[in-house]
């Protein structure tokens, strides 16, 4: 994973190459998504860049009816909703990202513990267009 | 015996509260003025050049007004100036951390009164902008960009503690019901109406011009209709969320031994604490707030008191969720019970446990940087028993607030007492 | 005999500072991890797990970056959470009052252990969008629609200097020669070179490209031409002028009994002052900044120090200008007498008053939030004898800090001195 | 004056008539610009609305060559610099405006303590055009 860096920025670097980063702490084992200098669980400064699986499972989502600026510009609304959660990712921490390919006219029908695969997202057009992060059931 | 480090108590001595709302002729400063004067006009013994710094809770005049830099703007509008002012910014729990901040700065011996404000302006900028300003509140690097707006994060956080405690969707109902009920109580509420008396109007206007009448049979029954309460992040709705308000409070600290020179009903800053978190992502769990849990346990720790001992407590229900969740986060029921709690009235202005007898950020309104110094505003009320037709029963003599930043990366707890004089 | 009020002493016993300059691939967040690695990696006892709360010195991510709400991101990202996090904004004074305010924050008792970081990433907007976004400092509902723009505003009040006390433009071109001939020899800053090298190499890229080479004689001569330096806002020219930058800086506080047990080399808060004002016309005079002498006094009260006492200090020289009444401000030289001063050298590294041995806002950068948490670390540097090339000599035991603003709405001075062991 | 009020806004709408407004203070006699509710010098909370002649003298100054967005949306740029200073004002206030008619291709040759009189200026182009405050010389 030498072509990145801790920078927060290549965090959506590697996306734009379908590749979930995270890193790795050499000294207490601890796993953390995005990829940081820093290991949250032991505090110490020794932590290597690692490729996630981007395999995952639903912790919590919401269908959102009033969509963010972003959001309203790639055509989402009210009669369009979508779909964004929280994925605990197989190898331990947890990650936001839209959730694609579930019914979002029956929220209720959408189940916490769906098993997820990481996707890519392009979205803000020619002009601006970025890779997201999205998932969808497996 | 109280636990506090501090090296010696603080006060609150007056309090003062624009109305909030949406007012199109105030900026900030105008709205400031206005909470100060209702400060001034409220205390006999207020003499202003005794007031040694200003503190100020403030999310973004930056983003809503283009106005950076507002404390020593709002100073020096109420002739204040030279003192020290700070602008402390830790989003929607900005004007808790500033009453704590000036609270430390009095307990530190450098000043002995300080003045506390929270202001915010948001109604200048179109609604789009609003959702916008508001999500910088979140992640934007990490959690806005999945597609999260504010609603989003808490409606996600219902799902998760729907999930985990079975909860039923009715429980939000019933807190933005209770809440409405409260603010039809309070002058300064920018939607001072029961849910009810939403419901009867738009009944009555669909009568009006001609359209058919909805049979809605009571709130719950109005809430639940999509066309009565739209959907706005799934399960929150409309009802389930707090507005965008225009609005100023201000809260006026002494330390402790000087408090009775200020007023006969000072309340007493017993118990304070603040935690701070990570992203929805980087936490243990999603049906609760950890710093808000941790910051009430440092502030019942340092007023070795615990949940039982709280008359009643503003809590910070930017969405309905967010309340039912604050209640077990503080202690005032078990993990998942909170939801079945709301239901049986339990933290009803009468209930064992009174929450957001103001009518809480749902009804009174949402002034970011103002909603933390409006809560003490509540509890002095309350707790000097001249809340009005809202007043709790009972002489209550122990209030809390609970402010919450973001969807938890901020959280602060304040816990006040009202001493008796022969006490 | 100190004057403080402080229920206890303070010490710094540790900084670090990221390279200053424009790093288009670097967020705040990454700006932070650099400064906290290099406090990490400079001190020997350093154990995050002490750390008891956050103080973030910032202007305006919101504006910058889309991001309110960055102590607790920042916190989290180097894995500090759920301590306490609290962003403090006062404009370009914000680091300053960080310091201030996590000083007041271990002197109340609550806190034995503070981290203070001071962060801005300003060069992802376009110039004139950081220029408005910088604007915001100012009243933007009273100064800024009357044409000002930030350098204005400072030309302004040189314009009344010049008038007041005759002062040559000279003088302001002498500050930023001994501003850049500082900041050359420090490996942090983001405009490391000496104006005559600038000069020298403008020189050589004409003739390189066979256009005539302009015959500046010297560095006075090269800034009085406008071809080579162009007038900003009469009489402010570029070189008068601090860059944008990209910058964080962090401190770690500590209370005074704690110190050595992390550094063998602490340097003591003996002296705090801040104060406030309104905008330029709300102000008795335009020639100095009385906000700045108002903290100055509170500051050498509390230390009980005068001008003299200070071996060095770093001002905000945010512009030429700027400096010159600083030093005035700061009672090293008496009014009026600041711009000879700087015209003979009496600020350079091994003048009598060195002012801004670091290069200076001019010179370093001013990535407006890390500028005052960045001044404190230049203290730490110079006290400490390890500030290298452009260390000032004689052994300096006391040192000083002093940051602005928006134009003085906002100032705090802060004084360090470091005690020998047997002293 | 009755027809404003302490907000602030209220003092731009006054320029809208010409009218240069500030507050009076009915306990101590202090004058500020703009009005407000709280006198700054007796801290005291009993000021009126007064009417200033918009006489003046200039204070302090700068000729800008890189203007702020608004002025660079009215034409002004290196080429084209403006003056904008702070004035006293004869009945004691101080305020900042923009100095028209004086030579700002000279710098040097504009004057402090030169006496000025009030002017409104219209900027923003016709969709958002609002109403400023200057000063040129008598
Ligand atoms: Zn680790
Ligand atoms: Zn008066």
Not at chain 1, 52 to 69: C, D, E, M, N, R
Not at chain 2, 78 to 105: F, K, M, N, W
Request: glycine share 10%.
């Amino acid at each position: 994973m030498a072509e990145f860096s801790m920078n927060s920025k290549d965090f959506f670097t590697a996306l734009e190459t379908d590749q979930l980063i995270g890193s790795h702490c050499l000294d207490c084992g601890a796993m953390v998504v995005p990829q940081r200098g820093i290991c949250p669980r032991c505090l110490g400064s020794n932590t290597e860049i690692v490729s996630l699986s981007g395999k995952g499972t639903l912790l919590a989502f919401t269908v959102i009816y009033v969509p963010s600026l972003m959001m309203a510009q790639a055509g989402y609304d009210a009669k369009n909703p979508y779909c964004v959660g929280v994925v605990k990712l197989d190898e331990g921490p947890k990650i936001s990202g839209q959730i694609l390919d579930v019914d979002v006219s029956q929220p209720e029908s959408i189940q916490i513990g769906t098993k997820l695969i990481m996707t890519t997202i392009k979205r803000g057009g020619e002009e601006n267009e970025k890779t997201y992060l999205g998932f969808r059931p497996v | 015996m109280s636990e506090s480090k501090w090296n010696r108590g603080v006060a609150v001595v007056g309090v003062g509260l624009s109305k909030f709302g949406a007012f199109k002729e105030k900026n900030s400063r105008d709205l400031f003025v206005e909470a100060y004067l209702d400060l001034i006009n409220s205390m006999h013994r207020y003499d202003p050049k005794k007031v040694e710094a200003f503190y100020l809770g403030n999310f973004s005049s930056d983003q809503f007004e283009k106005q950076a830099h507002l404390a020593p703007i709002l100073a020096s509008w109420v002739g204040l100036s030279p003192i020290p002012t700070v602008r402390i910014e830790d989003a929607c729990a900005s004007g808790g951390v500033a009453i704590r901040q000036a609270a430390l700065a009095i307990a530190s011996g450098q000043y002995d009164v300080v003045l506390v404000g929270g202001v915010e302006k948001m109604t200048d900028l179109e609604i789009a902008a609003v959702t916008e300003a508001l999500a910088t509140a979140a992640d934007t690097q990490f959690e806005v960009p999945a597609g999260f707006t504010f609603p989003g994060f808490y409606a996600a956080m219902a799902s998760a503690y729907m999930h985990e405690y079975n909860a039923q969707r009715d429980a939000f109902y019933h807190v933005s019901i209770k809440n409405h009920s409260n603010g039809a109580l309070n002058d300064k509420a920018q939607f001072g109406q029961t849910i009810r008396s939403i419901m009867e109007s738009k009944k009555a206007r669909a009568a009006q011009k001609g359209r058919p009448v909805p049979e809605w049979e009571d709130e719950i029954d109005f809430l639940s209709d999509p066309k009565g309460n739209p959907m706005i992040a799934w399960p929150m709705t409309l009802f389930d969320c707090s507005p965008v308000s225009d609005g100023a409070a201000v809260a006026l600290l002494v330390s402790e031994d000087l408090a009775s020179t200020f007023t006969d009903t000072p309340i007493y800053l017993v118990g304070s604490g603040q935690a701070s978190d990570g992203a929805l992502p980087e936490r243990e769990t999603l049906s609760s707030i950890p710093a808000a849990e941790e910051a009430g346990r440092q502030a019942y720790h340092m007023a070795n008191l615990s949940p039982k001992d709280i008359d009643l407590a503003e809590v910070h229900d930017c969405f309905t969720i967010a309340e039912i969740i604050a209640t077990e986060d503080l202690g005032f029921f078990e993990r998942g019970a909170g939801w079945q709690a709301a239901i049986e009235g339990k933290t009803a202005r009468k209930g064992d446990h009174p929450v957001n007898t103001s009518g809480g950020l749902k009804s009174k309104g949402h002034p970011v940087g103002a909603t933390g110094v409006g809560q003490v505003a509540e509890i002095w009320k309350q707790l000097n028993g001249i809340a009005g037709e809202r007043q709790v029963p009972g002489d209550p003599k122990i209030g809390l607030t609970h402010n919450v930043g973001g969807t938890g990366q901020t959280c602060v707890v304040n816990i006040f007492e009202r001493r008796d004089l022969n006490g």
